[in-house]
């Protein structure tokens, strides 16, 4: 059974203030590794797909990046706007149809 | 350009009414899913369509039915709410296929059953 655990549940940031949070996760055989942003009252929203150990992608302030355990998105310089609820997914070779397992999420909130 | 669009945002329910869920998408998706997200148990998948006709059971799939009659809708159907299944229900499509694509939802349903 796939698995993903996210850390921390909560994380609080001054502006400028740059930070990690982590996706750990346990899948029989990777796919791929999703993140999510998600506004309170509002639907997920795709950031970022990561396919192999080793790769990364980057968007405005944001990078994830993948290893064979566990995934990172680095904030650097975060604004009071990138305050939302982070959520990291995957999709293992034992699953089928697209099904996707959910962390937990991660709050962020980022002070001006 | 709607993307995934779900209806209604909000219902409060008493125990053992029924009521559907409708979730449209506008992007020729293949796969729709409906979730539901409790505080601290993230997103579970209740039941998921691979094509017009089909479904199947998720992880949480009791209490609730769906169908997909056309390729475009898919309905969450709750038969005798339960005050257990007060939740935020989300309806998400992707293309499908052996590609690995990411779902787009919609901005989700807010049920609360008394």
């Known amino acids: 059974e796939d698995q993903v655990t996210q850390s921390p549940e909560a994380l609080r940031l001054q502006e400028g203030e740059s930070s990690s949070l982590n996706c750990s996760y346990t899948?029989?055989?990777?796919?791929?590794l999703f993140w999510y942003r998600q506004d309170p009252g509002k639907g997920p929203e795709f950031l970022f797909t990561l396919y192999s150990a080793g790769e990364e992608k980057e968007k405005e302030r944001l990078k994830a990046t993948l290893t064979k355990k566990e995934s990172f998105l680095h904030i650097t310089a975060p604004k009071p706007e990138d305050s939302a609820t982070y959520l990291c997914?995957?999709?293992?070779?034992?699953?089928?149809?697209?099904?996707?397992?959910f962390g937990q999420g991660t709050i962020l909130t980022v002070h001006p | 350009n709607a993307g995934v669009t779900q209806t209604p945002k909000f219902r409060v329910l008493k125990t053992g009414q029924s009521m559907t869920l409708l979730c449209a998408q506008d992007m020729n998706h293949e796969y729709m899913y409906w979730y539901r997200q409790d505080p601290g148990m993230g997103l579970r998948l209740i039941h998921y369509?691979?094509?017009?006709?089909?479904?199947a059971k998720g992880e949480v799939p009791d209490g609730y039915n769906v169908s997909r009659l056309k390729k475009q809708n898919f309905l969450l159907g709750l038969e005798s709410a339960a005050p257990s299944q007060t939740s935020v229900y989300f309806c998400a499509s992707s293309r499908g296929g052996v590609m690995i694509y990411g779902y787009t939802f919609g901005s989700g349903t807010r049920l609360t059953v008394v």
């Open positions: 997914a995957v999709q293992g070779r034992g699953t089928s149809y697209g099904k996707l397992t």
């Open positions: 369509s691979v094509g017009e006709g089909t479904t």
């Open positions: 899948v029989s055989g990777l796919r791929g």
